[in-house]
Every structure is written in C-alpha cells, then in structure tokens.
Nanobody
Framework: QVQLVESGGGLVQPGDSLRLSCAFS??????MAWFRQAPGKEYEFAAS????????NYADSVKGRGTISMDNAMRKMYLQMKNLNPADTAVYYC????????????????WGQGTQVIVSS
C-alpha cells in the first residue's frame, strides 16, 4: 500500500526558510512532486524530481528560492524553500507517479494529506 506523509509545515515570517519533507513507502515512482493549494485556489505545481534526482523542475514562482531533492535510502523527498513570502501560504501536497508530465496533477497517482504553510508577520 502506497503511503505519502508530509511534514515540516507551520507558521513562519516573511523572509524565513522552511524544509518540507515527504516520507514515502509502498512503491517505486518515476517522479515525485510538490503541489500547493492556497485558500480558494486551484492546485499549483511547485517542483518535481525524478526518482534518482536527475531531473528537477520548478514553477516560476518557486525557482531560485526552492530546492527539491530525493533521499531514496531514507525514502524521503524534500522541498527546501527560502525567502518565503505571504504568497507562499498554502497547503503543500506531496505527489508520486510514473508519468513524465511533471507539472500536471494528472501525472501523479498518489497524494499525501498535505502540510499547511502560513507565511505571516
């Protein structure tokens, strides 16, 4: 049974950094990703990484501030974010799948429950 569990969210101030973690089990996935959903908005792609870390993709809104990485030995995926701002406030979801349309929600078969990030002073 595939399981994805996010952690690392919380309340932070503008300019702070944060590392989100996704612990995964129960399967092999070609790609994993972080999506986020702000209140009243659609899911937004944030970043993706292939199983060996060889290919990474970032949304323009995250590029330069976010780093996605895989640790297969620990069965964890991470999103390190710096210089957070209120527009980053959202529930962040970990997703896993076998396709190659990395920024599309349809690419991913498995989703976690999400971790809330609030950026506020």
């Amino acid at each position: 049974q595939v399981q994805l569990v996010e952690s690392g969210g919380g309340l932070v101030q503008p300019g702070d950094s944060l590392r989100l973690s996704c612990a995964f089990s129960g399967g092999f996935f070609y790609a994993m990703a972080w999506f986020r959903q702000a209140p009243g908005k659609e899911y937004e792609f944030a970043a993706s990484v292939t199983w060996n870390g060889g290919i990474t993709n970032y949304a323009d809104s995250v590029k330069g501030r976010g780093t996605i990485s895989m640790d297969n030995a620990m069965r964890k995926m991470y999103l390190q974010m710096k210089n957070l701002n209120p527009a980053d406030t959202a529930v962040y979801y970990c997703a896993a799948g076998s396709g190659r349309q990395f920024n599309a929600t349809d690419n991913y078969d498995y989703w976690g429950q999400g971790t809330q990030v609030i950026v506020s002073s």
